[in-house]
């Protein structure tokens, strides 16, 4: 999952729409729609993120949190280390040896080391 498609899937849930009904509603396949929540399809569209922040009725702060949120939900990231320290290259290949099995509450504490001003909880 991606953090949009969990933001958009919490939307969705939260106001009793199946993913037929809000796809039908956006003009876009339940399918895209379904893989776009479990993190099956890459970053939204900035036109497809805003008709879903008009379809919500998000403004001002939540629309563009939404907006970030597209931005960090690329399902398929590579990272180039290749003039960056051995220790920065280390990293990035334990991190994508090892995520699938690190706790979320490990998650989100390396997140905001990275990240401080993000204020995610988790």
């Known amino acids: ?9 919490g939307l969705r849930r939260a106001r009793g729409l199946s993913q037929r009904e809000m796809a039908e509603d956006l003009h876009i396949s339940a399918a ?3 893989a776009l929540e479990h993190g099956r399809k890459g970053r ?8 879903i922040c008009e379809y919500f009725g998000l403004i001002w702060d939540e629309a563009e949190e939404m907006k970030r949120l597209a931005e960090l939900s690329h399902p398929r990231v590579v990272v180039d280390t290749a003039r960056l320290s051995a220790a920065a290259t280390e990293l990035a290949n ?3 040896a090892r995520i699938a099995r690190l ?5 989100c504490r390396l997140i ?9 909880t988790g």
Do not use: K, N
Request: no cysteine; charged share 25%; hydrophobic share 35%.
């Open 103 to 107: 706790p979320e509450e490990t998650i």
């Open 44 to 51: 939204p569209s900035a036109g497809l993120v805003h008709q």
């Open 1 to 9: 999952m991606t953090p949009f498609g969990e933001r958009v899937r």
């Open 32 to 34: 895209y729609l379904s």
């Open 112 to 120: 905001a080391e990275i990240d401080p001003d993000r204020g995610r």
């Open 94 to 96: 334990l991190l994508a």
